[in-house]
């Protein structure tokens, strides 16, 4: 199975341990025609890229960059922090305007909004191995801060590595990202989801994208688990948006109605 681009990979400006030039040798090695370079955004504590300004050298950078290597496609991306039960995330628009890609999702260490969102939560997240009702109120309460993400956020393209860290009701989730076209991912640098959550989602109807969330040369469009995922539980071709013959994320879904950036 051959695939067009990898769409989640970070760099040393964020926890990655490869420059911009690396991954992208690194795709072209793997035969990709695209490829994304989305570093965390600027409040993962100790790994976020923290200033505008360096969005916009990397701008430059990666414009250079695809005027020096015409056999691939080079995209700037984030991948977001969503800071509270309201979906906030922590990149300003003015940033979100040099990104050609958006990726959100819930990880641990962010700084929170407010102290109440930090207990709501991220501490409350940390009491989900207590018992069912600590469990129940994590799930509802990182499933909330997710769907309000996407509701109110257009112009997030994928949503990252949905459940892992943060326990969410997949069903919801995957109806948020068919309401709002944002593609589910397959996250293959952590294996997740699970095989049964994919199940769910693609029972929601949602549009999957597979992607290897790479922090090394290595690892740059090593898409396997996402692969065997597909195939395991016979998901239609039609529904992974990046394989080889989809032609690229300006025929995304929601791009290619456009609803662009």
């Known amino acids: 199975m051959n695939f067009y681009g990898d769409y989640h990979t970070h760099s040393k400006h964020s926890d990655g341990r490869q420059n911009e030039a690396e991954i992208i040798e690194a795709a072209k090695e793997k ?27 990397m701008r430059l ?11 691939i496609t080079i995209l700037l991306g984030v991948e977001a922090n969503i800071r509270d ?4 995330l922590d990149i300003p628009i003015s940033a979100m305007e040099l990104l050609d890609v958006l990726i959100a999702g819930l990880h641990p260490y962010t700084i929170p909004t407010s102290v109440s969102d930090g207990i709501n939560l ?8 207590l018992g069912r009702s600590q469990r129940e109120k994590a799930i509802r309460n990182n499933t909330k801060a997710i769907v309000a993400a996407l509701d109110n956020n257009p112009r997030i393209d994928i949503l990252s590595h949905p459940g892992l860290f943060f326990y969410i009701d997949v069903e919801e989730v995957a109806q948020a990202c068919v309401r709002n076209e944002v593609l589910f991912e397959i996250n293959c640098g952590h294996g997740y989801p699970h ?12 549009h999957f994208i597979i992607n290897s969330d790479a922090h090394f040369t290595a690892t740059v469009g090593q898409l396997e688990y996402g692969e065997e995922a597909m195939k395991k539980i016979d998901i239609p071709p039609s529904r992974i948006v990046n394989l ?9 879904p929601k791009r290619s109605k456009g609803y662009i950036h």
């Open 61 to 71: 950078r990666i414009d250079a960059l695809n005027q020096l290597n015409p056999d």
């Open 244 to 252: 080889e013959d989809k032609g690229g994320y300006n025929r995304w």
């Open 122 to 129: 991220y501490l409350q997240n940390s009491f989900r191995h």
């Open 31 to 57: 035969g990709l025609k695209e490829i994304a370079i989305t570093d965390h955004g600027p409040l993962a504590l100790g790994i976020g890229i923290k200033d505008t300004k360096v969005l916009e050298k």
């Open 195 to 206: 095989v049964s959550d994919i199940m769910v989602a693609k029972e929601q109807g949602v």
């Open 85 to 88: 039960l309201d979906g906030t």
